[in-house]
């Protein structure tokens, strides 16, 4: 199994800047890819980003690209979403996920908040 633990969330204000980060422990050596869903009140999880264990290939969601980083450090078995040019509309809890294994499986963190607002 992998577990995941995201550090990193809080009050910003419009156009500021966080950096999440999630470390990833257990079958390290199972894990695809490590990435970022988001989930506002009301609103269903989405996602937001990935980075590829293996070669290292990022995606983004539109709403995203330009502003957000995902970057991962293999030593440490962390991923980190960097957060630029926040608005308002990125406020939401944020979820680490890593497929692993097969089928494969989905392990997720417990969440971590960001808050955008002046």
């Known amino acids: 199994q992998v577990q995941l633990v995201e550090s990193g969330g809080g009050l910003v204000e419009p156009g500021g800047s966080l950096r999440l980060s999630c470390a990833a422990s257990g079958s390290i050596s199972s894990i695809y890819a490590m990435g970022w869903f988001r989930q506002a009140p009301g609103k269903e999880r989405e996602f937001v980003a990935q980075?590829?264990?293996?070669?290292?290939?990022?995606y983004y969601a539109d709403s995203v690209k330009g502003r957000f980083t995902i970057s991962r450090d293999n030593a440490k078995n962390t991923v980190y979403l960097q957060m630029n040019s926040l608005k308002p509309e990125d406020t939401a809890d944020y979820y680490c996920n890593a497929p692993y294994a097969t089928p494969p499986y989905n392990a997720w963190g417990q969440g971590t908040q960001v808050t955008v607002s002046a």
């Open positions: 980075i590829r264990w293996s070669g290292g290939s990022t």
